[in-house]
């Protein structure tokens, strides 16, 4: 693992309202490993449409999330919600983000000591950073199919491609989050990996080795429990199922814990039940009390049809039997877990599901995920960029 170097990443997410992800344990271990980490919480990719019904929640989170300032993590991670305006299908505006943010994240970067910073930026608006960093490489690390995105925001998907498009062609090493992204890829392809998810196994891994009691939100409502943990929007979820089984499986108890959207049609059935967002210190003792786990998700639409929910191995990684809709991402693991191709497929690999008895399937699921930690995925991506920062120096030796 790489030390004593500088690192600013912009983020397509909060760190202090999403559920960890992909660059939240990554900057977590270079940080631990003695570099100075910049976390820039998501400049968005503008503001919903003023008729969406998550509108008002996610500006005042917005709002909280300015208030907080600059604050450090345990691990010495600064993270920062500069200002910047919402409205990135503007040229103008965009020019304006551009003096606005890289004025506040160069001031806070040479306060902290920060010198030639890698700039990973994961969010194609972040794209006008690049070069006024003074950054010595730049990661782009793309972890959705960004133009297919019409339900967060009302910017046009084609301002949203040439930013992508824009990243792909400056970036010395781009990552591919998705096995479909990446396996689609075509421009900058030379320069392009793929960065699959990984997990913190034996953080997960409690779940089930009798250490853990079960949550009390968690513990009160009946059996059987299907959980699921993540955003809930109601362009993700399929409501449908979820209603169908309300009908047809009344003893079921569904269980989403996160963030949930305004407008959800499921959520006056009897036995679907919503918790807010759960610290991730505590989240297992919440999946300790699932007899599933289940990922729901509507996947026929283009955009949700790229994830690589990082939660499909943190279920396996407890050894709970899990249950999906369909993700090309998880086809290869199609062994361990329950891929539901219809709703009646769903339905059955969930009744197949509870009745699963024995511990070796248990250890089989678990076993897919053991190597494929984050410790792992941040000493390869270290030990890349190590690679490419001295081929840069070597080039600039020669010229």
Known sequence: MFSGKSLICFGGEDWWYHHPHSKNHLMRRFARAGNKVIFVNSISMGLPSLAHKDLLPRVVRKVRSYAKLARVTEEGITVVSPAALPFFGSAAARAVNRHLLSAQINLLARSRGLVRPVLWIAIPTAAEMIGRMNESLVVYQVSDKYDANTMDHATDPAAIRLMHERALDAADIIFYSGRKLFDEAERGRERSYLLEQAVDFDHWARVTDGTLDVALEIARIPQPRLGYFG????????????????????????????????????????????????????????????????LPWETEQAFTSYGSAIKVREYLATGKPVVISPLPEYELMKGVLRIARSRDDFLRLIEEALQETGTETKRARQAAVADGTWDARAAWVSDLIERVLIEKETQSFQV
Not at 234 to 256: G, Y
Not at 271 to 280: D, K
């Open 231 to 294: 955003a809930v929007e109601t362009w993700l979820v399929d409501q449908e199922l979820i209603k169908r089984a309300a009908r047809e499986r009344p003893t079921w108890q569904w269980v989403f814990i996160g963030n949930k959207s305004r407008g959800m049609e499921i959520e006056s059935l009897p036995n679907t039940h919503f918790l807010p967002p759960v610290r991730y210190d505590d989240l297992p003792r919440y999946a300790a009390g699932f007899d599933v786990c289940v």
